[in-house]
């Protein structure tokens, strides 16, 4: 059986000390699947993603990466580490050009494999590819969200972590996205995906988490939580499980 390449254990975490968000949460992400952290609005998923990020205070629990205990990282090395997150909103730099957001990013790979890390994206999102000049804010929701992607992948992460990717996009843009995000897992990469659209995050998951007021409420695989009659019910509306 495959190792978690991503692991969160026991996390307590929240924005000010002594009110935690997140009560003992716990997640595990594989390489080459998407790990979807589902649960009510307030249950904690965002502030548990960032803490694993590094960019919401942790007062206990451990994250390891490749094994490696990244608990204390300072937020701005866990790419190095190959840890990529892509927050919700300003995840791009709306007045340069797609290619110029995608160089800023490259920038921490050695220059003598920036100019192929960069064709090697392109190829990867070919929308982007042929708007490389057209400025990030003249982008659609759906392609800024592809474009915030692709810089977060241009350097190669082990684990890319998105908060609420199809948050503000049209049925035709969810779609998009998500076709892209498995089309990332084939290439190796871990997902790990916080989001309220359950039906398009179960549809494309392998396991799932869900949150109840920052603890672990269940977990399975994707099939299993949809076809969990108590589950949809309960925290994803009474038809989901047939709609994934």
Known sequence: MTAPILEATRIVAGYEPGLPIVRGASIAAKAGE????????GAGKSTLIKAIA???????????LADADI??????????QGLAFVPQTENVFAGMSVEENLKIAVHILPKAARADRLEKTFALFPDLARQRQLLAGRLSGGQRQMLAAARALVVEPRVLMLDEPSAGLSPKFVAS??????????IGVAIVLVE????AALAIADRAYVLVEGE???EGTARDLANDPNVAALYFGAHTERAA
């Open 34 to 41: 998407i790990t979807a952290i589902l649960g009510p609005n």
């Open 71 to 80: 608990t204390e990282t300072p937020a701005h090395q866990h790419i190095r």
């Open 177 to 186: 996205v998500f076709a892209k995000l498995v089309e990332i897992r084939q």
């Open 216 to 218: 672990n409420r269940h």
């Open 196 to 199: 309220q659209n359950v039906r």
């Open 54 to 64: 590094g960019l919401v205070l942790v007062s206990s629990g451990k994250i390891t």
